[in-house]
């Protein structure tokens, strides 16, 4: 597509529940990055796939987060066990060429509620 | 490790007078240094970077960053603001030469520009 696309756009779930946000990166890129945005601060990186692979997960912030990419296009962010201090817009971005062309396209992000 | 500061929530101007954002840095090593601009409802959006060079660095829309290393500063400035660039500012930093999407944000800077 012409441009990063997260879907859904907003979800409302109950604490406890499984949810999963994909991201579908711009055509091409293989560098794909998912970063939680709270309200009032910047966002923060979560998890970043090289190719299929996750090359740095440093920023999950526990098990309950996991993400995959298993085609090396469309990823997934996946939370089990949501807890209301999950709510945060959840931003996926891709970069061209490997990562290191310094420029990443962000979606318009997923905004989560977990009641 | 890294961190980026932005000391101002707000930064109101009139329209067609000089606008600067603020933003300064700690890095242990060579600083790698972004600019991203949220407009309502949309995605974040790539300025400009700094990586090496001239401290002087050009980005889109008319925006441009000075890089000062006895500073430690990256002001994001623009020499006559308009309207439509009422937005929220993030000045940004990378720890990593080859990872320039795994960014540490600020916590944004919101700019008003008023007619």
């Known amino acids: 597509g012409a441009g990063v696309s997260q879907t859904p756009s907003n979800k409302v779930t109950e604490k406890g529940k499984y949810v999963e946000l994909r991201c579908d990166p711009i055509?091409?890129?293989?560098?794909l990055y998912w970063y939680r945005q709270s309200l009032g601060q910047g966002p923060e990186f979560l998890i970043y796939?090289?190719?299929?692979?996750?090359?740095?997960d440093s920023g999950l912030p526990n098990d309950r987060f996991f993400a995959v990419r298993p085609e090396g296009s469309v990823s997934t962010l996946k939370i089990q066990r949501t807890e209301r201090g999950d709510s945060a817009m959840y931003l996926c971005?891709?970069?061209?060429?490997?990562?290191?062309?310094?420029?990443?396209?962000f979606g318009e992000g997923s905004r989560l509620t977990v009641l | 490790a890294q961190s980026v500061a932005q000391p101002e929530d707000q930064v109101n101007v009139a329209e067609g007078n000089p606008l600067t954002v603020k933003c300064t840095y700690s890095?242990?090593?060579?600083?790698?240094l972004f600019w991203y601009v949220q407009y309502p409802n949309r995605g974040l959006q790539f300025l400009l970077k700094?990586?090496?060079?001239?401290?002087l660095v050009k980005g889109s829309y008319g925006f441009e960053a000075e890089f000062n290393k006895s500073q430690t500063s990256f002001h994001l400035k623009k020499p006559s603001a308009l309207v439509s660039d009422s937005a929220l500012y993030f000045c940004?930093?990378?720890?990593?030469?080859?990872?320039?999407?795994?960014?540490?944000f600020g916590a944004g800077t919101q700019v008003v520009v008023t007619p």
């Open positions: 971005a891709s970069m061209a060429s490997g990562g290191n062309t310094g420029e990443l396209f």
């Open positions: 055509s091409g890129h293989t560098a």
């Open positions: 796939f090289q190719g299929t692979g996750a090359a740095d």
């Open positions: 890095v242990s090593g060579n600083p790698y």
């Open positions: 700094y990586i090496t060079g001239d401290n």
């Open positions: 940004a930093v990378s720890p990593e030469l080859d990872s320039w999407g795994k960014l540490q």
